[in-house]
């Protein structure tokens, strides 16, 4: 997946059409009200859940023209291209949007450590919810960091 | 997993502690402006991709009670147990949560027909996002719905 890397994708505005937006092959993302989609990424190899995050036009279409995942950070307010820092950057093999296109699946293959958490772990849900005396509690998996965030990002 | 039916969780506020946020036992989802969490919903089986879908805090505590996913629709405003009406109700294997505590993941088995996709499919993300002459288009995958929306919904 690789198209022009300097082009600015233009995407139509949503149909106001359930089954152009359901069944066609039109890609009209529906950015919500603060300019956004939620992207929900995959390892390409295995499919295991990697992280969630979220894109404006500009990282959706930086996206597609280069192959390469960008996001929105919504904390730093910035375009951010995922492993920039740490060099756990993600080729994207695969997109998919679902029925009512207000989402993205990205499926990657992730360079470096492939650590996609800023923790140094591989998946950001390292944690399990789980219910005990009528709380929720969290615990932890057996997942180890891959690397020291000291290290890679100097914090 | 599962708890008291009726029992309401109080979840607790986020700690304004980075470490005991990413590190820590306690769960404290970090709902969103308008009281909504992210959920990503998997198969427990073969961990393919279903839905993306929104909880508040009320949905998120009768998920985790009665071990069966509550969401909450936007467009309808409502409390929603996925497949009261069709029949593919979702029962939670697993639970699990990202480093910011801003998402939670779903490990589900569905039941009925196992179509999670309103449309019949099994999973919503049944379109490509390609691209094509510098633009994006969508292209279908090859799966077919499981079942007619007319008979499930009337509609």
Redesign the interface.
Known sequence: ????ED?V?A?PTPANDKAAL??????SPRFDADGLI?A?V?DAG????L??AHMNAEALSKT??TGIAHYWSRSRQSLWQKGETSGNRQRVV???????QD???LRVRVEGLAAT???GRRS????????RN???????DETKPLFETKKVYGK
Chains 1, 2 share one sequence.
């Open positions: 997946m690789r198209g022009d082009a994708i995407f359901e069944e066609g092959s039109v890609f939620t929900v995959n295995d499919g295991k859940l992280m969630v597609l023209t695969e997109m998919r949007t679902d029925c009512d989402a993205v699946e958490c800023h923790t950001c849900f390292y944690r399990i919810v789980a219910m009528g709380s929720a509690e969290l615990r932890h």
